[in-house]
Protein backbone atom coordinates (compact mmCIF):
# COMPACT_ATOMS: atom_id res chain seq x y z
CA UNK A 1 0.00 0.00 0.00
CA UNK A 2 2.72 2.42 0.69
CA UNK A 3 4.36 2.25 -2.49
CA UNK A 4 1.22 2.46 -4.37
CA UNK A 5 0.96 5.82 -2.68
CA UNK A 6 4.21 7.29 -2.87
CA UNK A 7 3.70 6.16 -7.11
CA UNK A 8 0.02 8.08 -6.80
CA UNK A 9 2.39 11.14 -5.56
CA UNK A 10 5.05 10.68 -7.49
CA UNK A 11 2.83 11.17 -10.72
CA UNK A 12 0.52 13.93 -8.75
CA UNK A 13 2.89 16.21 -7.40
CA UNK A 14 0.23 16.63 -4.52
CA UNK A 15 1.33 17.53 -0.82
CA UNK A 16 4.63 15.66 -1.67
CA UNK A 17 8.35 16.63 0.01
CA UNK A 18 11.31 15.36 -1.27
CA UNK A 19 13.98 15.40 1.55
CA UNK A 20 12.19 18.30 3.79
CA UNK A 21 12.61 17.79 7.52
CA UNK A 22 10.85 19.23 9.84
CA UNK A 23 7.28 18.73 7.97
CA UNK A 24 4.21 20.40 9.74
CA UNK A 25 0.90 19.17 7.99
CA UNK A 26 -2.68 20.36 8.38
CA UNK A 27 -5.26 18.99 5.72
CA UNK A 28 -8.99 19.57 6.61
CA UNK A 29 -11.46 17.94 3.33
CA UNK A 30 -14.57 19.32 3.30
CA UNK A 31 -16.44 18.72 0.13
CA UNK A 32 -17.06 14.88 -1.25
CA UNK A 33 -14.49 13.45 -3.33
CA UNK A 34 -15.55 11.42 -6.35
CA UNK A 35 -13.72 9.53 -9.09
CA UNK A 36 -16.60 7.59 -11.69
CA UNK A 37 -15.44 5.68 -14.53
CA UNK A 38 -17.83 4.43 -17.23
CA UNK A 39 -16.86 2.21 -20.26
CA UNK A 40 -19.61 1.10 -22.47
CA UNK A 41 -17.26 -1.24 -25.08
CA UNK A 42 -18.51 -3.12 -28.09
CA UNK A 43 -15.59 -5.35 -27.83
CA UNK A 44 -11.41 -4.84 -26.39
CA UNK A 45 -9.45 -7.32 -28.96
CA UNK A 46 -6.37 -6.55 -27.01
CA UNK A 47 -7.81 -6.50 -23.42
CA UNK A 48 -9.56 -3.73 -21.17
CA UNK A 49 -7.54 -1.48 -18.16
CA UNK A 50 -9.55 0.63 -16.23
CA UNK A 51 -8.48 2.34 -12.87
CA UNK A 52 -10.06 4.79 -10.55
CA UNK A 53 -8.69 6.57 -7.68
CA UNK A 54 -10.52 8.90 -5.16
CA UNK A 55 -8.47 9.94 -2.38
CA UNK A 56 -9.46 12.88 0.48
CA UNK A 57 -6.18 14.02 2.31
CA UNK A 58 -3.10 12.60 0.55
CA UNK A 59 0.38 14.16 2.00
CA UNK A 60 4.37 12.03 1.65
CA UNK A 61 7.65 13.08 2.67
CA UNK A 62 10.75 11.32 1.07
CA UNK A 63 13.91 11.57 3.24
CA UNK A 64 17.58 10.61 2.00
CA UNK A 65 20.65 10.62 4.22
CA UNK A 66 18.19 12.90 6.82
CA UNK A 67 16.36 12.84 9.61
CA UNK A 68 12.43 12.99 8.71
CA UNK A 69 10.33 14.94 10.99
CA UNK A 70 6.47 15.28 10.66
CA UNK A 71 3.75 16.78 12.60
CA UNK A 72 0.57 15.60 10.94
CA UNK A 73 -3.09 15.98 11.07
CA UNK A 74 -5.93 15.13 8.53
CA UNK A 75 -9.42 15.50 8.75
CA UNK A 76 -11.99 14.29 6.61
CA UNK A 77 -15.53 15.49 6.97
CA UNK A 78 -17.12 14.41 3.57
CA UNK A 79 -17.62 11.67 1.35
CA UNK A 80 -14.69 9.66 -0.63
CA UNK A 81 -15.94 7.38 -3.58
CA UNK A 82 -14.66 5.52 -6.35
CA UNK A 83 -16.77 4.02 -8.94
CA UNK A 84 -16.43 2.22 -12.35
CA UNK A 85 -18.91 0.43 -13.92
CA UNK A 86 -17.84 -1.41 -17.24
CA UNK A 87 -19.96 -3.48 -19.92
CA UNK A 88 -18.11 -5.02 -22.97
CA UNK A 89 -20.44 -6.70 -25.17
CA UNK A 90 -17.73 -8.62 -27.61
CA UNK A 91 -14.59 -10.20 -27.16
CA UNK A 92 -12.54 -8.35 -23.85
CA UNK A 93 -9.13 -9.89 -25.56
CA UNK A 94 -6.14 -11.64 -23.01
CA UNK A 95 -6.55 -9.67 -20.18
CA UNK A 96 -9.93 -7.18 -18.36
CA UNK A 97 -8.24 -5.38 -15.30
CA UNK A 98 -9.63 -2.99 -13.06
CA UNK A 99 -8.61 -1.42 -10.05
CA UNK A 100 -11.15 0.93 -8.10
CA UNK A 101 -10.06 2.53 -5.09
CA UNK A 102 -10.76 4.86 -2.47
CA UNK A 103 -8.88 6.06 0.48
CA UNK A 104 -10.19 8.82 3.03
CA UNK A 105 -6.40 10.12 5.10
CA UNK A 106 -3.30 8.90 3.83
CA UNK A 107 0.38 9.91 4.87
CA UNK A 108 3.85 7.78 3.58
CA UNK A 109 6.88 8.85 5.42
CA UNK A 110 10.49 7.37 4.94
CA UNK A 111 14.14 7.83 4.83
CA UNK A 112 17.71 6.24 4.69
CA UNK A 113 20.30 5.82 6.91
CA UNK A 114 18.09 8.40 9.33
CA UNK A 115 15.17 8.02 11.65
CA UNK A 116 11.65 8.69 10.84
CA UNK A 117 9.96 10.81 13.92
CA UNK A 118 6.61 11.55 13.16
CA UNK A 119 3.65 12.84 15.48
CA UNK A 120 0.24 11.69 13.30
CA UNK A 121 -3.94 12.10 13.88
CA UNK A 122 -6.42 10.86 11.15
CA UNK A 123 -9.74 11.43 11.71
CA UNK A 124 -13.11 10.83 9.97
CA UNK A 125 -16.50 12.08 10.98
CA UNK A 126 -19.43 10.54 11.87
CA UNK A 127 -21.93 9.50 9.21
CA UNK A 128 -19.10 9.86 6.35
CA UNK A 129 -18.35 7.49 3.88
CA UNK A 130 -15.39 5.94 2.26
CA UNK A 131 -16.48 3.63 -0.68
CA UNK A 132 -14.89 1.87 -3.71
CA UNK A 133 -17.55 0.16 -6.03
CA UNK A 134 -16.89 -1.86 -9.11
CA UNK A 135 -19.28 -3.02 -11.79
CA UNK A 136 -18.37 -5.46 -14.94
CA UNK A 137 -20.25 -7.19 -16.69
CA UNK A 138 -18.43 -9.05 -20.09
CA UNK A 139 -21.42 -10.58 -22.31
CA UNK A 140 -18.53 -12.32 -25.03
CA UNK A 141 -15.30 -14.05 -24.16
CA UNK A 142 -12.13 -13.45 -22.66
CA UNK A 143 -9.09 -15.15 -21.21
CA UNK A 144 -8.22 -13.46 -17.80
CA UNK A 145 -9.97 -11.39 -15.33
CA UNK A 146 -8.44 -9.14 -12.03
CA UNK A 147 -10.84 -7.10 -10.59
CA UNK A 148 -9.99 -4.81 -7.00
CA UNK A 149 -11.70 -2.79 -5.52
CA UNK A 150 -10.05 -1.63 -2.27
CA UNK A 151 -11.52 1.43 0.73
CA UNK A 152 -9.38 2.33 3.27
CA UNK A 153 -10.41 4.81 5.68
CA UNK A 154 -7.42 6.17 7.50
CA UNK A 155 -3.93 4.71 6.33
CA UNK A 156 -0.18 5.71 7.72
CA UNK A 157 2.92 4.25 6.39
CA UNK A 158 6.12 4.40 7.72
CA UNK A 159 9.59 3.18 5.70
CA UNK A 160 13.26 3.15 7.28
CA UNK A 161 16.32 1.90 5.72
CA UNK A 162 19.42 1.77 7.83
CA UNK A 163 17.96 3.78 9.80
CA UNK A 164 14.75 4.13 12.67
CA UNK A 165 11.15 4.40 13.12
CA UNK A 166 10.23 6.88 15.90
CA UNK A 167 5.97 7.40 15.68
CA UNK A 168 2.91 8.06 17.64
CA UNK A 169 -0.11 7.59 15.49
CA UNK A 170 -3.50 8.17 16.13
CA UNK A 171 -6.56 6.79 13.90
CA UNK A 172 -10.46 7.63 14.27
CA UNK A 173 -12.65 6.47 11.87
CA UNK A 174 -16.65 6.99 13.12
CA UNK A 175 -18.35 6.49 9.26
CA UNK A 176 -18.13 3.39 7.01
CA UNK A 177 -15.88 1.95 4.55
CA UNK A 178 -16.71 -0.19 1.82
CA UNK A 179 -15.98 -2.25 -0.88
CA UNK A 180 -18.07 -4.41 -3.34
CA UNK A 181 -16.83 -5.68 -6.27
CA UNK A 182 -19.36 -7.72 -8.87
CA UNK A 183 -18.52 -9.53 -12.32
CA UNK A 184 -21.37 -10.50 -14.54
CA UNK A 185 -19.13 -12.77 -16.77
CA UNK A 186 -20.50 -15.39 -19.65
CA UNK A 187 -17.02 -16.91 -21.24
CA UNK A 188 -13.73 -17.17 -19.12
CA UNK A 189 -10.99 -19.64 -20.24
CA UNK A 190 -8.22 -18.61 -18.29
CA UNK A 191 -7.88 -16.72 -14.40
CA UNK A 192 -10.80 -15.28 -12.94
CA UNK A 193 -9.83 -13.20 -9.45
CA UNK A 194 -12.59 -10.52 -8.05
CA UNK A 195 -11.52 -8.98 -4.62
CA UNK A 196 -12.97 -6.70 -1.93
CA UNK A 197 -10.85 -5.02 0.81
CA UNK A 198 -12.54 -2.61 3.31
CA UNK A 199 -10.01 -1.37 5.91
CA UNK A 200 -11.64 0.97 8.62
CA UNK A 201 -7.96 2.09 9.98
CA UNK A 202 -4.60 0.83 8.85
CA UNK A 203 -0.81 1.32 9.80
CA UNK A 204 1.91 -0.25 7.56
CA UNK A 205 5.61 -0.72 8.78
CA UNK A 206 8.72 -1.81 6.75
CA UNK A 207 12.25 -1.44 8.15
CA UNK A 208 15.31 -2.81 6.74
CA UNK A 209 18.32 -2.74 9.18
CA UNK A 210 15.94 -0.51 11.51
CA UNK A 211 14.70 -0.03 14.51
CA UNK A 212 11.25 0.84 15.55
CA UNK A 213 9.71 2.20 18.63
CA UNK A 214 5.75 3.27 17.59
CA UNK A 215 3.08 3.77 19.64
CA UNK A 216 -0.35 2.81 17.67
CA UNK A 217 -3.99 4.30 19.09
CA UNK A 218 -6.49 3.05 16.61
CA UNK A 219 -10.58 4.09 16.87
CA UNK A 220 -13.66 2.39 14.89
CA UNK A 221 -17.15 2.93 15.34
CA UNK A 222 -19.63 4.11 13.00
CA UNK A 223 -21.38 1.55 10.68
CA UNK A 224 -18.23 -0.38 10.41
CA UNK A 225 -16.24 -1.93 7.81
CA UNK A 226 -17.97 -3.98 4.86
CA UNK A 227 -16.36 -5.84 2.13
CA UNK A 228 -18.37 -7.51 -0.53
CA UNK A 229 -17.86 -9.78 -3.72
CA UNK A 230 -20.61 -11.28 -6.20
CA UNK A 231 -19.77 -13.46 -9.13
CA UNK A 232 -22.02 -14.86 -11.83
CA UNK A 233 -19.98 -16.76 -14.60
CA UNK A 234 -21.42 -19.43 -17.13
CA UNK A 235 -18.32 -21.47 -18.43
CA UNK A 236 -14.84 -21.11 -16.69
CA UNK A 237 -11.14 -22.58 -15.81
CA UNK A 238 -10.31 -20.97 -12.70
CA UNK A 239 -12.25 -18.49 -10.81
CA UNK A 240 -12.19 -17.02 -7.14
CA UNK A 241 -14.00 -14.46 -5.30
CA UNK A 242 -11.96 -12.97 -1.86
CA UNK A 243 -13.75 -10.05 0.65
CA UNK A 244 -12.03 -8.92 3.25
CA UNK A 245 -13.11 -6.72 5.75
CA UNK A 246 -10.72 -5.28 8.82
CA UNK A 247 -11.50 -2.52 11.51
CA UNK A 248 -8.34 -1.58 12.69
CA UNK A 249 -4.56 -3.06 10.99
CA UNK A 250 -1.28 -2.96 12.08
CA UNK A 251 0.65 -4.54 9.84
CA UNK A 252 4.95 -4.22 10.75
CA UNK A 253 8.05 -6.05 9.21
CA UNK A 254 11.43 -5.52 10.06
CA UNK A 255 14.73 -6.50 10.36
CA UNK A 256 18.23 -5.98 11.77
CA UNK A 257 17.37 -4.40 15.31
CA UNK A 258 14.76 -4.25 17.93
CA UNK A 259 10.66 -3.88 16.98
CA UNK A 260 9.18 -2.40 19.79
CA UNK A 261 5.19 -1.41 19.38
CA UNK A 262 2.73 -0.14 22.13
CA UNK A 263 -0.75 -0.23 20.44
CA UNK A 264 -4.57 0.32 21.51
CA UNK A 265 -7.19 -1.35 18.78
CA UNK A 266 -11.24 -0.42 19.63
CA UNK A 267 -13.66 -1.87 16.76
CA UNK A 268 -16.83 -0.77 18.06
CA UNK A 269 -18.51 -0.99 14.30
CA UNK A 270 -19.72 -4.07 12.89
CA UNK A 271 -17.06 -5.37 10.59
CA UNK A 272 -18.48 -7.59 7.77
CA UNK A 273 -17.03 -10.09 4.65
CA UNK A 274 -19.43 -11.21 2.10
CA UNK A 275 -18.56 -13.82 -0.80
CA UNK A 276 -20.65 -15.09 -3.20
CA UNK A 277 -19.64 -17.21 -6.59
CA UNK A 278 -21.60 -18.58 -9.30
CA UNK A 279 -20.62 -20.79 -11.48
CA UNK A 280 -22.50 -22.78 -14.62
CA UNK A 281 -19.73 -25.15 -15.88
CA UNK A 282 -15.84 -25.01 -14.66
CA UNK A 283 -13.04 -27.17 -15.33
CA UNK A 284 -10.62 -26.10 -12.84
CA UNK A 285 -10.90 -24.63 -9.36
CA UNK A 286 -13.78 -22.63 -7.76
CA UNK A 287 -13.39 -20.49 -4.67
CA UNK A 288 -15.22 -18.46 -2.38
CA UNK A 289 -13.32 -17.14 0.45
CA UNK A 290 -14.50 -14.21 3.17
CA UNK A 291 -12.57 -13.28 6.17
CA UNK A 292 -13.38 -10.52 8.54
CA UNK A 293 -11.14 -9.44 11.65
CA UNK A 294 -12.04 -6.87 14.33
CA UNK A 295 -8.86 -6.15 15.27
CA UNK A 296 -5.67 -7.30 13.55
CA UNK A 297 -1.98 -6.92 14.78
CA UNK A 298 1.38 -8.90 12.73
CA UNK A 299 4.82 -8.49 13.48
CA UNK A 300 7.89 -9.77 12.09
CA UNK A 301 10.96 -9.67 12.91
CA UNK A 302 14.22 -10.85 11.48
CA UNK A 303 16.40 -9.14 14.31
CA UNK A 304 17.10 -9.43 17.99
CA UNK A 305 13.92 -8.39 19.83
CA UNK A 306 10.06 -8.12 19.71
CA UNK A 307 8.61 -5.92 22.33
CA UNK A 308 4.66 -5.44 22.77
CA UNK A 309 2.08 -4.04 24.64
CA UNK A 310 -1.48 -4.57 23.41
CA UNK A 311 -4.73 -3.49 24.01
CA UNK A 312 -7.32 -5.22 21.89
CA UNK A 313 -11.06 -4.79 22.08
CA UNK A 314 -13.83 -5.26 19.63
CA UNK A 315 -17.46 -4.47 20.94
CA UNK A 316 -19.42 -5.02 17.69
CA UNK A 317 -20.01 -8.16 15.47
CA UNK A 318 -17.50 -10.18 13.07
CA UNK A 319 -19.64 -11.69 10.13
CA UNK A 320 -17.52 -13.49 7.20
CA UNK A 321 -19.69 -15.44 4.63
CA UNK A 322 -19.22 -17.03 1.96
CA UNK A 323 -21.27 -19.44 -0.42
CA UNK A 324 -20.50 -21.14 -4.35
CA UNK A 325 -23.30 -22.17 -6.02
CA UNK A 326 -21.99 -24.66 -8.90
CA UNK A 327 -23.64 -27.00 -11.41
CA UNK A 328 -20.87 -28.74 -12.71
CA UNK A 329 -16.86 -28.62 -12.42
CA UNK A 330 -13.90 -29.61 -11.08
CA UNK A 331 -12.67 -28.30 -7.56
CA UNK A 332 -14.91 -26.70 -5.10
CA UNK A 333 -13.45 -24.70 -2.50
CA UNK A 334 -15.37 -22.79 0.01
CA UNK A 335 -13.70 -20.90 3.25
CA UNK A 336 -14.91 -18.47 6.03
CA UNK A 337 -13.21 -16.61 9.12
CA UNK A 338 -14.75 -14.40 11.41
CA UNK A 339 -12.11 -13.55 14.26
CA UNK A 340 -12.57 -10.33 16.79
CA UNK A 341 -9.01 -9.73 17.84
CA UNK A 342 -6.12 -11.48 16.19
CA UNK A 343 -2.23 -11.22 17.17
CA UNK A 344 0.67 -12.49 15.61
CA UNK A 345 4.67 -11.59 16.45
CA UNK A 346 7.18 -13.53 14.71
CA UNK A 347 11.08 -12.90 15.50
CA UNK A 348 13.80 -15.05 14.01
CA UNK A 349 15.59 -17.73 16.12
CA UNK A 350 18.66 -17.82 14.03
CA UNK A 351 19.49 -14.07 14.72
CA UNK A 352 18.57 -14.61 18.54
CA UNK A 353 15.48 -13.10 18.50
CA UNK A 354 13.10 -13.29 21.55
CA UNK A 355 9.67 -11.99 21.84
CA UNK A 356 8.13 -9.93 24.94
CA UNK A 357 4.82 -9.14 25.42
CA UNK A 358 1.79 -8.10 27.95
CA UNK A 359 -1.37 -8.30 25.75
CA UNK A 360 -5.40 -7.25 26.59
CA UNK A 361 -7.75 -8.99 24.53
CA UNK A 362 -11.41 -8.24 24.88
CA UNK A 363 -14.30 -9.48 22.48
CA UNK A 364 -17.84 -8.80 23.45
CA UNK A 365 -19.62 -9.18 20.27
CA UNK A 366 -20.86 -11.59 18.11
CA UNK A 367 -18.61 -13.27 15.65
CA UNK A 368 -20.00 -15.33 13.22
CA UNK A 369 -18.36 -17.23 10.47
CA UNK A 370 -20.90 -19.25 8.04
CA UNK A 371 -19.58 -21.38 4.63
CA UNK A 372 -22.02 -22.99 1.93
CA UNK A 373 -21.83 -24.81 -0.93
CA UNK A 374 -24.55 -25.80 -3.65
CA UNK A 375 -22.97 -28.75 -6.01
CA UNK A 376 -24.21 -30.28 -8.56
CA UNK A 377 -21.42 -32.56 -9.97
CA UNK A 378 -17.88 -31.58 -8.98
CA UNK A 379 -14.10 -33.35 -8.63
CA UNK A 380 -14.05 -32.49 -5.33
CA UNK A 381 -15.81 -30.00 -2.71
CA UNK A 382 -13.87 -28.53 0.57
CA UNK A 383 -15.41 -26.21 2.60
CA UNK A 384 -13.79 -24.40 6.04
CA UNK A 385 -15.94 -22.17 8.59
CA UNK A 386 -13.64 -20.57 11.64
CA UNK A 387 -14.60 -17.82 14.54
CA UNK A 388 -12.36 -17.20 17.13
CA UNK A 389 -12.50 -14.27 19.66
CA UNK A 390 -9.76 -13.87 20.79
CA UNK A 391 -6.16 -14.90 18.99
CA UNK A 392 -2.77 -14.77 20.09
CA UNK A 393 0.27 -16.43 18.24
CA UNK A 394 3.76 -16.03 19.33
CA UNK A 395 6.59 -17.52 17.53
CA UNK A 396 10.20 -17.60 17.42
CA UNK A 397 11.59 -19.51 14.38
CA UNK A 398 14.54 -20.10 11.79
Known amino acids: MCAAILAL ?15 INDQLQLGDVFSTQVLDVEEAEDGLDATSTAVG ?5 VGQKTTVQVESSQVLQSNVAATTSNTVEGTSGPLFSVVTSATGNSLT ?8 QAIVTQSIDTDREVTAFSYNGLRGPVQDVSVNATAVGNTAGWQAANGGIDTLT ?3 HLGTTYAKAEGELTEATGTVALAATAVANDVTVEATNSWTDMGVVQSKDGYGALATVEVKIEDAQDLAGQATATGNNINVATSGKAAWLSADQTSAGVVTANTSVEVTNWAGTAQAIAYGVGNSTLVTNDGPEIALGMIQNTVAEVT ?6 GHNGGDAYVEASAVGNALTANACGNCGGAIGAETYQTSGGPVTATAGAIIGAARSVKARATAIGNTVTYQVGQ
Do not use: F, W, Y
Not at 11 to 18: C, N
Not at 109 to 116: F, L, R, S
Not at 320 to 325: D, E, H, V
Open 9 to 23: LAQSGVATSQVVSPV
Open 57 to 61: NIASV
Open 109 to 116: AGTCCNPV
Open 170 to 172: DQS
Open 320 to 325: GTANLT
